[in-house]
């Protein structure tokens, strides 16, 4: 059974109790706020496996409270929220949001998510080998392999794909991709990073036109599964 602890800040108290039901039963230990100021005072006395964050609470706006809990918080944060522009889901993204799931959620797929994110929680930030279904990455020789065969990449490929593998679950924007990789002055150029998203899905997917590892996010970035 799973005993990650998760912490719900969120003002609805029908959310709250649906949350808690369907966590419970499934083996996680449930905590709540009801206000921002609650809630950053719960994570800072006892920090969680995870938050679950809604935008809209009636104190401090959420999307404050993440920056202030990403001083010092470094696990994982999910936004919960009802706004669903790509402007919102962005802005949350760039602040340091894990994900993001617009209400109403299925809760499966919530779940799926959570899943995802304490399995990086729980990943050790040293580990030199990582394996992804038919994928695995040797981080000490710098070496991709598909169904145990070399995966030849350019510099610029590797670095991409290392990213991606160390934020797996998570969707990362256009602009914090950018940023990592090119640095800030390419910031804009989405069509640049689309063309090395599209040569690295050539090389590691199985149907680079349906990929099952380099999700799209429309209109916001990508996700690693």
């Known amino acids: 059974m799973n005993k990650a602890e998760i912490l719900i800040i969120d003002d609805e108290p029908q959310i709250r109790k649906l949350l808690e039901i369907n966590l419970e039963s499934n083996g996680y230990k449930v905590s709540q706020a009801q206000t921002a100021k609650e809630g950053m005072i719960m994570a800072a006395n006892h920090p969680p496996e995870l938050i679950l964050l809604d935008i809209g609470l009636p104190d401090i706006n959420g999307h404050e409270v993440l920056k202030e809990l990403r001083v010092w918080y470094n696990k994982a944060i999910i936004i919960l929220s009802v706004e669903s522009s790509e402007v919102d889901i962005v802005k949350a993204l760039d602040n340091g949001a894990t994900d993001y799931l617009t209400k109403p959620f299925r809760t499966n797929e919530l779940l799926a998510r959570i899943r995802s994110c304490i399995r990086r929680n729980n990943t050790e930030e040293n580990k030199s080998i990582l394996t992804f279904d038919d994928l695995q990455i040797d981080y000490n ?82 996700r690693f599964n």
């Open 141 to 222: 020789s710098r070496i991709v392999k598909k169904n145990q065969e070399v995966v030849k990449l350019t510099a610029t490929e590797y670095q991409l794909f290392c990213l991606f593998a160390k934020n797996e679950g998570r969707v990362l924007t256009h602009q914090l991709i950018l940023k990592e990789i090119w640095g800030v002055g390419f910031q804009t150029e989405t069509q640049y990073l689309r063309v090395f998203v599209g040569t690295l899905r050539k090389k590691i997917e199985d149907n680079p036109n349906q990929p099952k590892h380099i999700i799209t996010e429309s209109g916001v970035g990508y």
